[in-house]
């Protein structure tokens, strides 16, 4: 996955609610070209930026790893970032 299609991804499911892969609930958006995410239980936008985002997309194209622990060290947004991409395999 590129990170052009990770935004399209955001696009194509923003402000619906997704589950994670913990059960928590969050929806997706962006700002200025980088990836934000929303928990439905506080409603605050968080995000890591780009370089987060694509160093999750590089580790995730080479191990596919659906674990956030396994991405803890790029991006504190992982549970996010899977949530979306399994979102996105289920919907289609």
């Known amino acids: 996955m590129t990170y052009a299609e990770l935004m399209e991804l955001i696009e194509r499911y923003r402000s619906q609610p997704i589950e994670t892969v913990r059960g928590t609930y969050f929806t997706a958006s962006s700002y200025m070209g980088s990836?934000?995410?929303?928990?439905?239980?506080?409603?605050?936008?968080?995000?890591?930026?780009?370089?987060?985002?694509?160093?999750?997309?590089?580790?995730?194209?080479?191990?596919?790893?659906l674990r956030p622990g396994d991405y803890s060290d790029v991006t504190r947004n992982a549970s996010y970032l899977i949530g979306l991409i399994l979102h996105d395999r289920r919907s289609r």
Request: charged share 25%.
């Open 35 to 65: 990836p934000v995410f929303t928990p439905v239980s506080t409603g605050l936008g968080r995000s890591d930026g780009r370089k987060a985002a694509e160093r999750f997309l590089e580790r995730f194209n080479v191990t596919g790893s």
